[in-house]
């Protein structure tokens, strides 16, 4: 693991415009090109949740991949803190899930417009490929 859990407290941390956060995208969102669609781009479980990724103090793009259900079906992009941020009415939040044994987890809270998703898709950087197609 990119840290290793200790017994300090797992709070919420202010995360650096400047660090990099990881998504998940199964390949039921990404495009014949290899690149994720607009829908990647959610709130889950429900809309007034966040859209899950993790931030780069406390994982890989490994590691994030490793934690969907098949690894294989998924890629792995990443977006710059700040630039999320600079997307109307997301709000970048550190939220470890403990439950999971997950340091990194960050969720981006706000609605998932068609306008929002379209500066998600402008943003975003692809870490990983490899993604099962069958």
Known sequence: MA????????????????AYLYMRV???KIDSDGEPI????????????????????YSTPEETCQRGRVPLDNIVIRFLTGRV??????????TPDKENNN???T?????KTTQAREMFMSIYEKVS??????
């Open 38 to 57: 607009p829908g990647a781009f959610k709130n889950l479980p429900t809309s007034d949740d966040g859209m899950s990724t993790d931030w780069e103090k």
């Open 26 to 28: 199964h390949k039921m």
């Open 3 to 18: 840290h290793e859990i200790g017994a300090e407290a797992w709070d919420g941390e202010n995360i650096p415009n400047e």
């Open 107 to 111: 969720d981006v809270f706000g609605k």
């Open 85 to 94: 941020r600079n997307i109307p009415e997301q709000i970048v939040k550190h």
């Open 129 to 134: 490929i490899e993604v099962n197609q069958s």
């Open 103 to 105: 340091r990194a987890h």
